[in-house]
């Protein structure tokens, strides 16, 4: 199913909000099972930042898009890309013309267009059980992270998950007793001369860090299709929440591509999901089998559906 069929356009910057904003809260859904769907990070300050460096607005209107524009048309023009440039820069070809054919190429899965352009974000206040997954995409990134060897925490700090933090009382004196005793013992242990590579190994995944990311577009879609989706686990998923925002900042179009994958897709392949409690997609399951039902329905009426 393409977003065409779905009734929605992907170059809307609303298309993930509005299917957000407008679904039922699954907290208020009663048949609904309970703890499939992680509360919303963006209901809390996490204390996370995610700050673009690069590139500035006028970057990005300036030359971004046409070059995106000159790789689409390389492909399919007699021109030099040099010259395809020139116009797209010099305002001879439409923003809109230069958008659309943008637009069309990447819904084609044409992906190589994309990754002439890269992001640069600052990303501090997030904790090693994010950097950890975080790190585990590699084509088309680059990221360097504070060192936990090299650097020596005065006052070492620590996240606390909104599920600790709506726990009891006993629950959540445990938590922050366990994290003042492992921290507290990080810093005694430097005070006694124990290596700062060897200290770290008390640190919890709770500790905050900083780090610094690159990331061309192909990836940074990729990565969001899958880190948007409410599935994925809370702090990572506010993370690009945060970084959606800071590129619609710079570019509402380009930010348009920034959704979780059941919108491109225009169906979710979530296991968990197979209830469709979350409601932005049908579940790739309900979908095949309304397939399965129009392709008997047409058998029993003597007429076959196409297969290819």
Known sequence: MTLARAGLRRSDPNVYTRAVSDSPSPAKDAGQPQGKTPRSAAKRDLGMRATLLFPTREIVEGYYVPLIYTACRTCYSEHE???IFERATSGRVAAEKQQDL???????????????????????GVTRTLSHQLVRHRAGLSFDQQSQRYVKYKEPSYMVPGSVSDADDEVRQRFEEQMAGSLGFYEEMLEQGIPGEDARFVMPNATRTNLVMTTNLRALIHMAGLRLCVMAQWEIRRLFQLIRHEIFQVSPFLGSFLAPKCVPMGYCD???????????????????????????????????????
């Open 81 to 83: 890309p040099q010259d």
């Open 102 to 124: 943008v637009r069309r190429v990447i819904d084609s899965g044409h992906g190589s267009t994309i990754e002439h352009i890269v992001f640069t974000f600052a990303n501090s």
């Open 270 to 308: 979530e296991d968990r999901n197979r209830d469709e409690h979350c409601p932005i997609r049908p579940h790739k399951d309900n979908v095949l089998g309304a397939w399965a039902e129009k392709k008997a329905a047409a058998k029993a009426a003597g007429r076959d559906l196409p297969t290819v």
